[in-house]
């Protein structure tokens, strides 16, 4: 990888001469080339398809000149891999086949490491890593063992907050160890192998990190993100645990050393209390997105501002990109955050 | 009311032989002479016949001695009163019949004060408390100005964290802030209806206080909750910022000086934080309720406990009830909120 590569540079925590952007579900329905793949397949057959994955992946690449391109996958994969198929429901989020809860639930699951049924995550980033030029950057990802967790004990989403998860974890602490333990050992395999397969970083999303209390986290949910760090020491590990960013400790951020964060507190905010060496994404409001030119730029560059002229910040969203976002805003924004260095470097 | 109110007495800051309970959504899906009467009516129809209204309020606390009632009703009637009707889905959360985005929008809200069509409300509270014993405290409600502005600029539920209304932020601030002064008027008008006709205590649930940046409701936010404190005072209100808690600051509680608080951070954490002259709401992770007897038994206590034995905690959970919960287990959350307070008097 050549030192140009305003990412991977700045995951060094070395100075680049403008901010790296990338975008979360950058690879979406706000895109009008997106949506006309969408409209010919299912989600699992795109995310399954190798060919249809790769095109999906370098759609904003191609479109807006990104710093860095995201597999195009789900983190659900890695539960069907388990044994227990998603499938996406219009207006409810994930459904699963079924709810693990209880010893005979886990006991069927699949034993074979998920890595043998998920080749085509890891065949596509292959490709990826040809067909990218070589200033991109390839991100891999799962979810993380929690959210994961939450999901499969739950047996979909949850509009109460996936009580299921904390349920279980207080009336059978084994079973909920064995489910952790098995999630945990999927992720690390699932890691590993996209960044065998090309991915120069991962990211970890932690969606329902800021669910349990906090020594609930501490307690049930660090330990196997330990794990995960454990295994992957030496690469780079990008961990978004979204509406828990502000609580965390800095011992707990430092365990990986990349923190994505949600858009509620600052970037200013972040950086005064984790210190220097702590690499930073986030976090404009996608709302923002929403509004014109001329306040994204302002806002973008707020943003910039916050975190201000130190290494170590990668510019994105603090969640993903909604679907009803106009293609120009995006292009905005894009612009804002090459612009904003440029001015800076005056 | 009779000094023995253990209600009031605590939100007076008065020491107590017990601590009071209450849970949000008490009268709700999880009871079977609930869903009886659900069976026969829809949702709407309850809220607005005053009979049913009272009925239902009335359900959980004859069946589990609570110390609170509080009506049943929805924060979205105050829309409706607005000219902008809602309906529940299954699935989905509520949808409003439009979505109030343009100065035209805006001119077609009805210029009336929402109490001229919202006497079903008062009216039932009247009866319910005639009909409540005095050491019951009964609650009214209304949403916070942001949360029901999130609801009505968006045009009812969000899966995406409610773009809406912070773009029209940006984009129009001017029709932002006459959306909000017109809800604002609208929340000041039910309330003090409500107090007015037998309401003891008013609660104002903000549950999507914790969407916008901090400093968005700072400046957006806040200042329409500080009317309604202006409006209200010398009664009792209780506000509750759902995911925003933790990072008020000291003058904003005192704001209300009651605070509704979710069970994301400990008690012991929040009195810490914002002293002993602030009434303090919660906390129990609506999650434990799933679990069994004596789960239940520790876990409440464990909240108790966290809070410590200083005047001014009102026990509820830190998010409603939800509906698959066992009506027994309800009974020994009380059982065990009363055996605790039994035990440190010893």
């Given at each position: 990888m050549s030192s140009t590569n305003l990412f991977m540079d700045t995951l060094a925590l070395k100075p680049t001469p403008r901010r790296p952007i990338w975008v979360m579900r950058q690879a979406g329905r706000y895109l009008p080339e997106y949506r006309e793949i969408r409209a010919r397949y299912s989600f699992r057959e795109m995310v399954q398809t190798v060919d249809l994955a790769t095109e999906v992946t370098l759609q904003p690449v191609r479109r807006f000149g990104l710093d860095a391109a995201i597999i195009f996958s789900d983190i659900l994969v890695l539960l069907e891999a388990l044994g227990v198929p998603y499938r996406i429901t219009e207006n409810k989020g994930p459904v699963l086949d079924r709810a693990i809860r209880t010893e005979d639930d886990y006991a069927?699951?699949?034993?074979?490491?998920?890595s043998d049924s998920l080749g085509y995550v890891y065949s596509a980033l292959g490709i990826l890593r040809q067909e990218l030029p070589t200033d991109v950057a390839l991100l891999g990802f799962a979810g993380a063992p929690w959210t994961l967790a939450s999901y499969l004990i739950e047996g979909g989403s949850s509009t109460t907050g996936f009580p299921a998860i904390r349920a279980l974890l207080e009336t059978n602490p084994a079973l909920f160890g064995k489910i952790m333990d098995r999630i945990t050992e999927g992720v690390i395999d699932h890691l590993k192998n996209q960044l065998a397969s090309g991915a120069d970083a991962v990211q970890v999303f932690d969606s329902w990190a800021g669910m349990p209390t906090r020594d609930v986290f501490r307690q049930a949910a660090r330990p196997y993100l330990q794990r995960i760090a454990d295994a992957l020491d030496g690469e780079y590990v990008i961990f978004y645990p979204k509406g828990a960013g502000h609580w965390l400790t800095k011992e707990e951020v430092h365990q990986f050393g990349i923190l994505g964060v949600d858009w509620t507190h600052s970037l200013g905010y972040y950086r005064e209390h984790f210190g220097p060496d702590v690499v930073l994404q986030g976090n404009l409001d996608p709302a923002i997105l929403m509004t014109d030119a001329q306040t994204i730029r302002q806002e973008a560059w707020a943003v910039l501002d916050s975190h201000g002229p130190a290494p170590g910040h990668i510019f994105n969203l603090g969640h993903g990109i909604t679907p009803d976002v106009p293609t120009d805003h995006m292009m905005a924004l894009v612009d804002a955050v090459h612009e904003h260095s440029m001015e800076t470097l005056q």
């Open positions: 069927s699951l699949s034993e074979a490491p998920v």
